[in-house]
């Protein structure tokens, strides 16, 4: 069971309790079970629904399928994020407290307190209307959930629970052959004499002389923390409470715990894994600094004989949580609108992702789908170098992020944007990973609905000008034209683009027939689809507007009642 994550059985459910029921251990680490009955009906999430991930696993198994899911838990009817799920998403650890009690306070939608004092406040933008959660003080509490790094959270007399944003950065220097067990028990006293929580640690920071420092390199080995280091030209550059002429005499700094433990947690530029939004955001000034340093430095020596070394910790607290996982990218094409025509693999990114970003129309067209811990950013049509911003963003943190666009993601699409500002960031290929999920694009739907236009070679062409400018696009649909492609018109025509279609068909006119095909397809596989079939010379007759696609057929093209035909080779014509 420890192996692996997850066990799909399809199975009666009675067989499958009798084979796991003397594995299991505890519902923090015992993986998803999941039942799926013989005829693919139902999908039983049995055992792991939280925290093993089986609510999600039997949602997505059950979407594939076109099954019901089955969740028992008690918080699933009440489109709530679970409490112990809480922070998943941000990678912040659980701490004390009677989480069944909290999680059945919730189930019965009695008050509960939220005191929140580090970490993301993303999960409560997307709430429901209804909940219990109360972020004042309210005598109808029933429960508290705080949300800290510290350990010091009061038992109240009502059941409470803890979770541990990762904000802070411990400053680290020491002495050559310092042991991790002294190095551990430095951080411990300092966090223990000042009620901060070891689980809110997100890593480690020293100067780069010290990257293979052996008790240091074990310590974050053992306790799963990363080891950032920086240089000494880096570290002389922070101004720290207690700089030390000895020190700089050795490494060229005056300070390295402090100053190391500021930077990492300053999020400044050179730090390797973040991403630089704007500039100015983490150009901040020297006082800013200080502020951010929690603890100035202390210094730690063994009291035990025998034991050596010396250790100067000093803790400073990252305005924003560590996640600790690498981020994803997934760009997904949601196909024409109906959720029919979106590829399961592409539900299936969705349903699985953090957050979701996208035009607030196709955010809604795949509302089922869409999970309700899910943090869904629908931003105005208009916003789309925002939309590609804001998910490097999202996924630089390490939140794995879904960006949505209509058809294929790749066509006139945001996957194109996010790749390019990726490029520009100085992206490495790997961090944030990134994955395409094609859909099916605006022009195969279009021709899907009115026979088979695109049977042999074919283009397509926007005849939007505002990011192209309209000679190239001109010279595109000449050649098009010229070269007998059935050609799909993207972006025909705007509210203040009006002339672009009516000079397209004049190219168009100079090579083909005036009684060529031509579909004029709105809004397919939507509620408000409109098809129209007519022709080259009747083009501009027909309501076209953003939501239009138009395909003009070549010269063996031919229509035939309501469908349109090319035919697949032209040696009978
Ligand atoms: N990525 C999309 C294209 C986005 S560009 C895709 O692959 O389909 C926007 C243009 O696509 C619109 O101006 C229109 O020409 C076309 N389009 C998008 N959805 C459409 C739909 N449902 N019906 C008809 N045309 C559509």
Not at 199 to 219: C, P, Q, W
Not at 344 to 355: F, G, I, K, L, Y
Not at 466 to 476: M, S
Request: some cysteine; glycine content about 6%.
């Amino acid at each position: 069971m420890e192996t692996h994550q997850a066990f799909v059985f399809c199975l009666a459910t009675g067989a499958v309790v009798r084979l796991i029921s003397p594995l299991l251990k505890d519902k923090s680490t015992d993986p998803a079970v999941v039942v799926i009955d013989e005829t693919g009906k139902f999908v039983i999430s049995l055992c792991g629904g939280h925290q093993g991930g089986a609510d999600k696993l039997a949602k997505l198994i059950a979407l594939q399928l076109g099954a019901t899911a089955i969740l028992t838990g008690a918080t699933n009817g009440l489109e709530l994020p679970a409490v112990d799920m809480l922070g998943v998403p941000f990678g912040w650890c659980r701490g004390a407290g009677d989480w069944n009690a909290v999680s059945a306070v919730v189930a019965k939608g009695e008050n509960v307190e939220v005191i929140q004092e580090a970490g993301s406040t993303l999960w409560q933008n997307h709430l429901p209307q209804v909940h219990p959660f109360k972020f004042h003080q309210s005598p109808t509490t029933k429960a508290k959930i705080y949300i800290t790094y510290k350990t010091s959270s009061p038992h109240p007399p009502i059941p409470s629970i803890t979770w541990h944003p990762r904000i802070i950065w411990v400053g680290i220097g020491c002495e050559r052959g310092t042991s991790k067990q002294v190095i551990a028990d430095a951080i411990d006293q300092v966090f223990q004499q000042n009620q901060l929580a070891l689980a809110a640690i997100a890593g480690i920071a020293t100067i780069d002389i010290k990257s293979d420092e052996v008790g240091l390199v074990e310590l974050c080995h053992e306790r799963n923390l990363p080891l950032k280091t920086f240089s000494s030209e880096i570290l002389r550059t922070i101004t720290v409470p207690n700089p030390s002429q000895v020190v700089e005499k050795e490494v060229g700094t005056p300070s390295v715990a402090e100053a190391a433990a500021i930077m990492a947690a300053s999020q400044i530029p050179n730090v390797e894994t973040l991403y630089i939004t704007s500039p100015a955001e983490y150009i901040t000034s020297p006082a800013e600094y200080i502020t951010s340093l929690k603890i100035p430095k202390q210094i730690y020596r063994p009291s035990i004989q025998n034991q050596k070394g010396a250790v100067t910790v000093a803790v400073a607290l990252a305005k924003k949580e560590y996640i600790g996982k690498v981020g994803k990218l997934l760009l997904v094409g949601t196909g024409p609108g109906n959720l029919d025509q979106m590829t399961p693999a592409a539900q299936t990114a969705v349903a699985s992702a953090d957050a979701v970003i996208g035009y607030s129309l196709y955010i809604d067209l795949i509302a089922p789908i869409l999970q309700k811990h899910q943090i869904i950013e629908a931003l105005p049509i208009t916003k789309e170098r925002d939309r590609a911003t804001r998910a490097i963003e999202l996924a630089h943190w390490g939140l794995s992020v879904a960006v949505i666009s209509s058809g294929d993601c790749g066509i006139y699409g945001m996957a194109g944007l996010v790749m390019e500002d990726l490029q520009l960031s100085g992206w490495d290929g790997k961090n944030p990973s990134v994955e395409v999920f094609p859909g099916v694009s605006a022009f195969q739907s279009a021709a899907a609905r009115v026979g088979t236009p695109l049977m042999h070679d074919f283009c397509a062409v926007s005849l939007s000008d505002l990011l192209t400018p309209w000679e190239v696009i001109v010279k595109r649909l000449t050649a098009a034209a010229a070269a007998d492609f059935v050609t799909a018109l993207y972006n025909p025509k705007s509210q203040t683009r009006t002339q672009q279609l009516v000079e397209a068909r004049e190219i168009f006119l100079k090579y083909r027939n005036p009684d060529t095909p031509v579909a004029v397809v709105r809004s397919v596989y939507r509620e408000d689809e409109q098809i129209i079939l007519t022709t080259l010379e009747k083009l501009l007759d027909a309501p076209v507007d953003m939501l239009t696609t138009i395909l003009i057929g070549n010269q063996s093209t031919r229509s035939y009642g309501e469908w349109m035909i090319t035919p697949r080779g032209y040696k009978r014509f």
